[in-house]
């Protein structure tokens, strides 16, 4: 037999030859490959939910330092009133949600959550921004409003402020006369004593949102 034929190369040959030669190159150069998962990580679940682009904005950071010390006339003093920066408007509000200024937050919220040619909350604003307007609302002397514009966003069944919102305003229809609450069942029409907010802060900042940061 000549040497041709005896190391004549059959395909099954050439197939293992370059096997062992893909496996030689990896193992003279390892590299290295990344995981990758189909889950959301923890950020993107918290944007797709609210519709905050994270990280947020840093420029707000000297302002969370003051809120975190309860120093929230200060941080109003020191906040934006453009209505083009909608974090900053939401901060003004909330500022004034946790003095329980509550009718005085309605004000800058108004501003950036509702559509004022439809009288309904705009659908691109974020939802916690829509829902301290409806906490502004509510606690502010217009429980009717606060209650309509919670009815108007979306997937709040478990949102901790709507359900607060809401308990509150079944212990406050409680305690109507029968009379009282018949006209705010049917008419909308609400006693002069509103509903009273909890003891505890009323309101989010964007960063109370991303508890990675």
């Known amino acids: 037999m000549s040497h041709a034929a005896r190391y004549r190369l059959t395909p099954g040959l050439l197939q293992l030859l370059i096997t062992c030669t893909s496996v030689s190159k990896m193992l003279k150069h390892p590299t290295t490959v990344e995981a990758t998962s189909s889950f959301p990580t923890k950020a993107t679940v918290h944007a797709a939910d609210t519709g ?9 950071r000297s302002i969370k330092q003051l809120t975190d010390r309860g120093e929230y006339k200060l941080a109003l003093e020191r906040l934006s009133k453009s209505t083009s920066d ?6 003004r509000g909330v500022c004034l949600l946790r003095m329980r200024e509550f009718s005085k937050a309605i004000g800058p919220l ?3 959550a509702l559509n004022a040619s439809t009288f309904r909350v705009h659908d691109e604003v974020a939802k916690h921004i829509k829902l301290n307007f409806a906490l502004a609302l509510f606690f502010g002397g217009e429980a009717a409003g606060g209650l309509e514009t919670l009815s108007q966003i979306d ?3 478990s949102d901790p402020s709507a359900m607060m919102m809401r308990q509150q305003a079944r212990q406050w229809s409680s305690s109507m006369s ?11 029409i609400a006693p002069k004593q509103g509903p009273i907010a909890p003891d505890e802060p009323v309101g989010r900042f964007v960063w109370d949102l991303d508890r990675t940061e």
């Open 52 to 60: 905050v682009p994270f990280p947020w904005d840093p420029k707000l």
């Open 178 to 188: 029968w009379f009282r609450r018949l006209d705010w069942y049917l008419n909308r």
């Open 155 to 157: 997937g709040t069944e």
């Open 110 to 112: 108004r501003l950036i």
């Open 86 to 91: 909608h974090e900053s408007m939401n901060c």
